[in-house]
T-cell receptor, first 117, second 112 residues
Framework: DQQVKQNSPSLSVQEGRISILNCDYTNSMFDYFLWYKKYPAEGPTFLISISSIKDKNEDGRFTVFLNKSAKHLSLHIVPSQPGDSAVYFCAAYGISAGGTSYGKLTFGQGTILTVHP | KAGVTQTPRYLIKTRGQQVTLSCSPISGHRSVSWYQQTPGQGLQFLFEYFSETQRNKGNFPGRFSGRQFSNSRSEMNVSTLELGDSALYLC???????????FGSGTRLTVV
């Protein structure tokens, strides 16, 4: 049962345009959602996160939108740059009554973003 | 501030052997979690340690185990290696409460 899904395996965008990466989830117990960027043979690098009590969070060129009713989140990158080319993972976790997720992030399968000069 | 350090970066082992991977978290981070990344299964949670105690465990066989030391450094061990254990093993550290997961560069394990 895949609780976090990224249905687009790849996305190709022209430099300077907007990149929109999508993610759907099924577990309504998730409290936080994160986006990571990853290069081959390296660990994921944290980009941006959003709490389930918000619907938007912005950090520079990166904006994450959360639609709780649709159980959908998206990452917008504006403007896209060739250096943004990588695999993007969305991840989610739920906070227990003790205030911790006990380390468990549930990841989507990733979307390969290619930004062409 | 040093990041999460994983050693070794690359490892080649033979089926049936065992392997130990090491992870040093960010200073002050007490939670260390481990993940396996394979092309077919993506990134999957193995287990999490906090204050030398395993608090959470994913759906992996008992051949996968770990431990955490008093300085928060963690090791994971895989016994009786199988070809399917070939993967990138990642560890992540975080502060006391959830969030802020920072990953290391991983250990690439190849089982032949």
């Amino acid at each position: 049962d895949q609780q976090v899904k990224q249905n687009s395996p790849s996305l190709s965008v022209q430099e300077g345009r907007i990149s929109i990466l999508n993610c759907d989830y099924t577990n309504s117990m998730f409290d936080y959602f994160l986006w990571y960027k990853k290069y081959p043979a390296e660990g994921p690098t944290f980009l941006i996160s959003i709490s389930s009590i918000k619907d938007k969070n912005e950090d520079g060129r990166f904006t994450v939108f959360l639609n709780k009713s649709a159980k959908h989140l998206s990452l917008h990158i504006v403007p896209s740059q060739p250096g943004d080319s990588a695999v993007y993972f969305c991840a989610a976790y739920g906070i227990s009554a003790g205030g911790t997720s006990y380390g468990k992030l549930t990841f989507g399968q990733g979307t390969i973003l290619t930004v062409h000069p | 501030k040093a990041g999460v350090t994983q050693t070794p970066r690359y490892l080649i082992k033979t089926r049936g052997q065992q392997v130990t991977l090491s992870c040093s978290p960010i200073s002050g981070h007490r939670s260390v979690s481990w993940y396996q990344q394979t092309p077919g299964q993506g990134l999957q949670f193995l287990f999490e340690y906090f204050s030398e105690t395993q608090r959470n465990k994913g759906n992996f066989p008992g051949r996968f185990s770990g431990r955490q030391f008093s300085n928060s450094r963690s090791e994971m061990n895989v016994s009786t290696l199988e070809l399917g254990d070939s993967a990138l093993y990642l560890c992540a550290s975080s502060p006391v409460k959830g969030g802020g997961y920072t990953f290391g560069s991983g250990t690439r394990l190849t089982v032949v």
